[in-house]
């Protein structure tokens, strides 16, 4: 049986590439596997674009699947690494079984979280934009705020409400 390579995280950069590099260098002679919460790539410097609505959600993101043909995609959620043993364990499909997962070679490719903690006040009031789901917040909220100066009668609430900070 060939070797098993198992990427963790997908959604990014690093993770995708790595995958689709290892599929070309080594072919057929490994089992490349992908996995990440989501089965898709989102194409982060699009994600403005997103909030502002200048194009849709669908524009800034792209299957996986599509992306790494010959890369087994599979969808599910990362909870620990038994690196003794070279077991990953996944919770997956729609009854989140845990999953156990063995592998030859381990690529970790999680990313980095969003830590606004070092900056007091900025995790209460600052909006992230990492995911699809930060896009739409985002844009949710503008929309929010330009609604609500177009019905306020007091000046500095009209101005709090048109007043953004990049």
């Known amino acids: 049986m060939a070797d098993r390579i198992v990427v963790l995280g997908g959604g990014g950069f690093g993770g995708m590439y790595a995958a689709r590099a290892l599929r070309k260098r080594l072919g057929k002679s490994v089992r490349v596997e992908l996995i990440h919460a989501?089965?898709?790539?989102?194409?982060?410097?699009?994600?403005?674009?997103?909030?502002?609505?200048?194009?849709?959600?669908?524009?800034?993101?792209?299957?996986?699947?599509?992306?790494l043909r010959g890369v087994f995609v599979r969808k599910a959620q990362i909870d620990s690494v038994d690196f003794e043993r070279r077991i990953v364990t996944v919770f997956q499909g729609i009854q989140r079984r845990p999953t156990e997962m063995r592998y030859d070679h381990l690529v970790i490719a999680l990313g980095q979280g969003v830590d606004l903690s070092r900056t007091p006040g900025l995790e209460e009031h600052a909006l992230k934009m990492k995911t699809l789901e930060d896009a739409r917040r985002l844009r949710e909220h503008v929309i929010e705020q330009l609604e609500h100066a177009q019905v306020s009668q007091v000046p500095a609430t009209k101005r709090g409400a048109l007043t953004f900070t990049p």
């Open 38 to 67: 989501d089965n898709y790539f989102v194409f982060q410097p699009l994600l403005p674009e997103v909030g502002a609505g200048s194009i849709t959600p669908g524009q800034a993101v792209s299957p996986l699947r599509f992306l």
